[in-house]
């Protein structure tokens, strides 16, 4: 079960997708700002996940 602060940190990330799909969409934003945004944000977030990883890994052990 997510805990509140899953669940904050979920809705931000999905609201931040959400409006960068929306300004691609409005033409507020250009589809190449908008993958560099997304690249930048996915390689921020790729350390974590793998830290996440590791972590399961060695608990279940």
């Known amino acids: ?28 934003m250009k589809k190449s700002d908008a993958l560099l945004l997304l690249q930048a944000m996915r390689a921020t977030i ?7 990883d590791d972590t399961i890994a060695k608990v279940k052990n």
């Open 1 to 28: 079960m997510a805990t509140e602060r899953e669940e904050i940190l979920t809705r931000e990330m999905n609201e931040a997708l959400t409006v960068i799909l929306l300004e691609v969409y409005a033409g507020v």
């Open 46 to 52: 790729e350390p974590a996940i793998k830290a996440i």
